[in-house]
């Protein structure tokens, strides 16, 4: 298996731009989720999916921040507008039921600069 | 609310000398994970510890947990160069909840 696949892998824009970022899960994982990572806050949960269903969203810093899973093979994190207090690694993950044995496989993330 | 907190989170070692990173947790959590990140890579899974009491090994890592004292501990023996990494915790409590990371920095 391929693992987590993320893109861009870079992205580099202007304070007030639409970002997207996209994940691809791994294949027959049930579970997707969205991390932040900072210097500053560690890595955060910004939001996790089950069966395509968002679960829990309490991480989502605003409403400028939002995500969707169209399908199971398929996730994207949206930034409208983006600001530059937002650059940071963001890191998809997928599982299958947590718990157990079941741990979370991180996809490469995506490193976001926001000028 | 559960919270993790690692100690420490800066540790500098000599090559060859042991070391234990702790991993305290706030509320019940009944399994555990170790992550390691190289610096500009992703997280990749170490150990999952599942019940009270688990050990679990992998070449000079050791990983244990204590369920009643809500504290888990990687051991790092012999320490090597290719052991330079941060290393997390995460605690199940519905969702999975990280500590701070422990920046490890193995020297010759």
């Known amino acids: 298996d391929a693992g987590v696949i993320q893109s861009p892998r870079h992205e580099v824009t202007e304070m007030g731009q639409e970002v997207t970022l996209r994940c691809k899960p791994i294949?027959?994982?049930?579970?997707l989720f969205w991390y932040r990572q900072t210097m500053m806050r560690g890595l955060e949960l910004l939001i996790y999916f089950n069966n395509n269903v968002p679960i829990d969203d309490s991480g989502m810093p605003e409403d400028r921040f939002s995500a969707k899973m169209p399908n199971a093979s398929f996730s994207t994190l949206k930034i409208q507008p983006s600001e530059p207090r937002d650059s940071a690694v963001y890191f998809c993950?997928?599982?299958?039921?947590?718990?157990?044995?079941?741990?979370?496989?991180f996809g490469p993330g995506t490193r976001l600069t926001v000028l | 609310e559960l919270k993790v907190e690692q100690n420490p989170l800066f540790l500098s070692m000599q090559e060859g000398k042991n070391y234990t990173i702790y991993c305290n947790y706030s509320?019940?959590?009944?399994?555990l994970y170790w992550y390691r990140q190289d610096p500009g890579k992703s997280l990749e899974s170490l150990f999952v510890l599942l019940s009270n009491g688990a050990v679990k090994q992998e070449g000079r890592l050791m990983a244990s947990l204590d369920t009643k004292a809500r504290l888990s501990t990687l051991h790092i023996t012999a320490a090597v160069h290719d052991l330079s990494a941060t290393y997390f915790c995460?605690?199940?409590?519905?969702?999975?909840?990280f500590g701070q990371g422990t920046e490890l920095s193995v020297k010759p």
């Open positions: 509320t019940t959590s009944d399994r």
């Open positions: 995460a605690a199940q409590g519905g969702k999975l909840i």
């Open positions: 294949s027959g994982h049930d579970y």
């Open positions: 993950a997928s599982s299958l039921t947590p718990g157990g044995r079941n741990e979370q496989f």
